[in-house]
């Protein structure tokens, strides 16, 4: 499917938030519910970040991600982790021609676009460390030759949180090369019956909506998406507000968390939160787009103190205390000020007053 490029940019705005839309609809004629969870993973791909999605078994994680990859196009993979997986399993190796008398590479499953990597906490260390290079430099070294992935690439990995058995949890530098982290919920009880009477006869197939050249066009638009001083200060004093919360009147959250957000986090939120910008068709960011993602970029970086653990204290609710502490910024319009945001950023006129 191809789109013809548009020149204005209001026009392109609404033309990327319609096709983004549409791509979205596709996913969720498979996924009953679960809004959140697949508007995360549009936002993940748009602002070139990997996703974690983390919920029992059973609660579509799988179903979600093949039909997303259906969607957007390109190639997808599934590699199954587990205990006994070895680096060379998923990055390639060297294998020996006799007839040529030299070694090839032989890739591995993981040069795709879309790399669903399931149960990602079953993988030993040194799987971890693999994916870390993939992960954060797009590129896998195999025999002293460094491969690049494809583009777009990206992961996304899913764990469970109830079993400890043959689990390796994930070290706190592989969480940080996540940009979102999502829970993925039970599905509510009209979902659920929805889902008995959608999934127990032909379940529905989603249609290509996207390819990777609109991909990485629309990557490239949410990068452009204007983000005010004002916003860009306010993720500033989010995150540095999980670095020394005393400042930010929260004295009691000194203890509760033992390491704050990295420079990553902040980094996270600027490009979520354009994602998510450009998916409601705008192309400048409100103080409620960083909101809308702070849970997901934040929490997984977080780490909290032996005594919040014991007393059973989530990251996510650290997270919404620190929304909730930390005013946004407040717009004050005069008229030439007004006017001026008409002209240089395309403010238009019934967002004005937000």
């Known amino acids: 499917m ?8 209001k026009s392109a705005t609404a033309h990327a938030a319609r096709i983004l839309g549409e791509a979205i609809a596709q996913v969720q004629r498979v996924i009953v519910g679960q809004e959140h969870m697949v508007e995360q ?16 078994p059973g609660v579509a994680k799988t179903l979600a991600v093949r039909s997303f990859a259906t969607v957007v196009g390109g190639d997808f993979a599934r590699v199954q982790f587990t205990p006994d997986l070895v680096p060379s399993d998923i990055v390639g190796t060297r294998i020996y021609s006799a007839s040529q008398e030299k070694f090839d590479i032989a890739l591995g499953p993981v040069f795709v676009n879309f790399v ?4 990602i906490n079953r993988a030993p260390a040194k799987v971890q460390s693999a994916m870390l290079e993939l992960m954060a430099e797009k590129q896998v070294s195999i025999g002293g030759q460094t491969y690049p992935a494809p583009k777009p690439f990206i992961v996304i990995a899913t764990q469970n ?12 530098a592989q969480r940080d090369r996540f940009l979102l982290k999502v829970d993925v919920p039970y599905p509510r009880g009209n979902e659920e019956f929805e889902i008995l009477r959608r999934m127990s006869v032909q379940p529905p197939e989603p249609q290509p909506v996207l390819n990777p050249e609109i ?10 998406v204007f983000v005010h001083n004002l916003v860009a200060e306010y993720i500033v004093r989010l995150v540095l507000a999980t670095r020394t919360p005393a400042e930010f009147g929260m004295p009691d959250l000194e203890s509760v968390i033992q390491i704050g957000c990295s420079p990553r986090a902040t980094l996270g939120l600027v490009a979520a939160s354009r994602a998510l910008a450009l998916i409601h068709g705008r192309d400048y960011v409100l103080p409620t787009d960083v909101q ?5 970029v934040m929490s997984h970086r977080l780490v909290l103190g ?3 653990v014991a007393d059973n204290v989530e990251p996510t609710q650290v997270v919404e205390r620190i ?3 930390v005013p946004p910024p407040t717009p004050v319009w005069n008229a030439q000020q007004r006017q001026q945001a008409h002209q240089q950023h395309r403010h238009q006129p019934e967002f004005d007053n937000r």
């Open 2 to 9: 191809t789109t013809p490029i548009q020149t204005d940019p």
């Open 41 to 56: 993973l549009m936002v993940s791909l748009l602002a070139k970040g990997h996703c974690l999605l983390e919920g029992v």
């Open 116 to 119: 669903l990597a399931d149960e």
């Open 161 to 172: 949180p109830v079993e400890s058995e043959g689990v390796y949890p994930l070290p706190e």
């Open 215 to 224: 991909v990485l066009r629309l990557q490239d638009q949410a990068s452009n």
């Open 292 to 296: 809308a993602v702070a849970r997901d």
């Open 306 to 308: 032996f005594d919040a």
């Open 323 to 325: 929304l909730a502490m």
